[in-house]
């Protein structure tokens, strides 16, 4: 397994400091305005990472509708515009470049109904799909937290039934253990479950920590540090035979150190399944 860790954490050099991988996030980096990619602003990033011995992935555009996130950069995979598949091709292209390691998509939001919004959401991955078999990138579709009702594939079986009915070879699933956690109302069982249910189609995941409830900060999406909160990290050990990155999604370079030490207790014992 490959350890990593976003690139809102700290530094390039910071995290390379630690970890193996950095997780580019697209709609923090600071390299939009009025929903265009600025690319005088996107090549000093690249050019430091030019110099880093890190793996990649790519974080892509989605939607959100708190003030920390950039409005112009909003995509709703359920309904998606010509600019939503721009943001998207953006991400894919640029991961086929760096030869990144997967590009992480949300799915869609639910929206009044249900069936229509996952079907429309179905179509657009397919699109999308063959555009990352253009650039040779594998898309993550990430599980999304039952602690807010109008999310799409909060449920393994969704999320699987999702990538199952797109049928491509360039799109699998983000596990996010924290998403996991929430959706499983923090009961271990049921989240051993969940990863065992997902694990087939997963090539990417996304490590964090809460409390398995939901509260008015972010429904309970909080992403303390692994370790801060109450998941059981050893159901990581349910995804068989998996050498990909856990990238951990937390704030600051304290929550990698802490989540670096948590995971190479329940997960990394063996420090020849870590490269």
Known sequence: MILGASSFAGSLSEIAAEVQSVEL????????????????????????????????????PYFADVPTYPEDIVV??????????????????????LGSRAVVL?????????????????????????????HDVMLGLENKEGTDPGNLCTGAGELASAVEEVNSDNLGATLDIGHAN?????????????????APHVVHVHVHDNMGVWSEHYNGDEHMAPGDGIIDYTVLKEIKGYKGILNMEVFSMEGVVKGKAKLYNAVLCDEREFY
């Open 25 to 60: 996030y697209m709609p923090k980096l600071g390299v939009y305005k009025n929903s265009l990619l600025q690319r005088d602003l996107l090549d000093p990033i690249l050019d430091e990472l030019s110099t880093l011995d890190l793996y990649t992935s790519l974080h892509a």
């Open 76 to 97: 709703d995979t359920a309904s998606m515009d010509d600019r939503s598949f721009r943001l998207i091709t953006e991400s894919i292209e640029l991961a086929g470049r």
């Open 106 to 134: 949300h799915p869609g939001r639910i929206n009044g109904e249900h069936d229509r919004a996952f079907s429309s959401m179905v179509d657009n991955l397919r699109s999308l799909a063959q555009t990352a078999a253009e």
């Open 182 to 198: 929430l959706t499983c109302g923090g009961d271990m069982q049921e989240l051993r479950a969940f990863v065992r249910t997902l």
